[in-house]
């Protein structure tokens, strides 16, 4: 890294932080709900300024590309030769705000309260997108930026992204780079940034159990007929073991086992008991025998209910047989599981489980790969020295529970590998009333990816 441009570039971010914190203010103002066709001027127009805000930047061939949901946005630099090009992924749509008398500030009127700044969207993920954009804008005022860029923008990712695969591919050779940056995640604390090495797949299904043809009394029936609310739940408590293993066959034939440096990278993560029972307010953890929360979370493969509907649940009594019962089930996958494959494997189980009493059936809902990222690339070990600069400390590695369809997607069409961080805090409330950004946690990871961007000039063609 060219040290002697470093200062310049660290006092501009300074001098600036009340610009972009004003121009946070304006993008999180624009209510860009993807999920609401009421919403859908306001999803353009969200599209239209970070459009604009690229042109601002100096970008060329800005463009926004229609789709048959919401619009994405494209915008380049490609004036630094044969250096690595850098394909930075983010999304302008947010989460409904709902139920609005749980905000204490409207949810698209930013209101600064302390340290924090309240508004849906600042931290999921408009303000991550804006951070890459002030971090650019400061090393090409002062000539320091070394590497090609390209934007991909999208506006669906809170519904799924469902344009983004057909767009990948239909422009698989605009989007041409040498990896991804994409600040999607987050830190574990505002002291202890964090790079993520791995997202779980997801498999998410509904379970229907159909029995009499419709609810009966259980006075007159009760006994002659099963009943289907009884059958589903006994099939869903023997899809774990008294071990907390899930049981459908097959289930972890595929799952990639921790290495012992794999297990003491996540045991360096400041985050133990205590710290999930006090975030989920449970009397107890449950999990997976032999493995640590944070293995359980990061790194193998789970499976819950989501949700159970049968019979009558109003106030009151209704003694029925209901005709049906239905449940929606996930599965989080992890580094080699295949979502078809664990398809197949819950429909073999309820063949196997499953009474002649009653019919079944089994919908796919969605479903995501599983990512693993290598942590000896060039680009993550410049991410990783830019955040140690900057915080003092080495972040530390960490396994995300959650998913990013987008992370496999690129590496599955592009063939790019993601680098993913991020400068959001686990109290950020994301998809919760009060969302919001911590200011200096913000301000320092601009800074950080400024450094970034400058360490990345120092290694060549990745």
């Not at 499976?303 to 599965?331: C, E, Q, R």
Request: a negative charge; hydrophobic letters at 40%; one cysteine or more.
């Amino acid at each position: 890294m060219d040290t002697s441009i470093l200062p310049a570039v660290l006092a501009s971010l300074n001098q600036n932080r009340p610009r972009f914190l004003d121009e946070l203010k304006a993008i999180l103002a624009i209510p860009s709900v993807s999920t609401d066709p009421a919403y859908r001027a306001d999803m353009q127009r969200a599209a239209e300024w970070f459009a604009d805000r690229l042109r601002a930047l100096g970008m060329s061939s800005v463009q926004i590309y229609a789709t048959s949901g919401h619009p994405l946005v494209y915008g380049e630099w490609k004036q630094a030769g044969a250096a690595p090009t850098v394909l930075i992924y983010g999304h302008y749509d947010v989460q409904p705000p709902d139920p609005l008398d749980q905000w204490t500030s409207p949810p698209f009127a930013p209101q600064v309260r302390g340290e924090n700044l309240y508004a849906r969207g600042a931290s999921d993920m408009k303000g991550q997108v804006l951070a890459v954009l002030e971090a650019v804008e400061a090393l090409l005022r002062h000539g320091a930026l070394g590497v090609n860029l390209k934007w991909l923008i999208e506006g669906e990712e809170e519904i799924g992204s469902p344009s983004l695969e057909g767009f990948l591919r239909d422009q698989r050779d605009l989007l041409q780079a040498d990896f991804c940056l994409n600040c999607d995640s987050g830190m574990i604390a505002a002291d202890a940034p964090a790079i993520t090495c791995a997202l779980r797949g997801l498999a998410y299904f509904e379970i229907r159990v159909y029995g009499p043809a419709h609810d009966l009394h259980s006075g007159l029936y009760g006994g002659v007929v099963h009943n289907p609310a009884i059958v589903l739940a006994e099939l869903i408590a023997g899809m774990h073991d008294e071990q907390g293993r899930v049981t459908l066959p097959g289930f972890y034939e595929k799952v990639r086992p921790l290495s012992p440096q794999e297990r003491a990278d996540l045991a360096r993560l400041p985050i133990d008991d205590e710290y999930y029972l006090q975030a989920t307010g449970a009397p107890a953890l449950y999990g997976e025998a032999g493995y640590t929360p944070v293995e359980r979370i990061g790194a193998r493969p789970t499976l819950d209910v989501n949700g159970l509907l049968a019979g009558f649940t109003g106030s009151g009594s209704k003694t029925v047989i209901p005709a049906w019962a239905m449940a929606k089930i996930s599965m989080r996958l992890v580094a080699d599981q295949d979502p078809q494959e664990v398809h197949q494997q819950l429909l073999q189980y309820l063949r196997e489980h499953a009474p002649a009493t009653v019919r079944w059936e089994v919908q796919d809902l969605h479903g995501a790969v599983p990512s693993l990222i290598p942590t000896d690339s060039a680009a993550v070990q410049a991410l990783a020295r830019a955040l140690e600069e900057t915080w003092g400390i080495r972040p530390c590695f960490k396994r995300e529970g959650g998913s990013i369809p987008v992370v496999a997607q690129m590496q599955q069409v592009l063939g790019l590998p993601s680098v993913l961080t991020g400068f959001g805090l686990p109290d950020d409330n994301l998809h919760a009333p009060n969302e919001k950004i911590h200011l200096p946690t913000w301000y320092r990871g601009i800074e950080a990816l400024a450094r970034f961007f400058l360490h990345l000039n120092d290694n060549g063609k990745r």
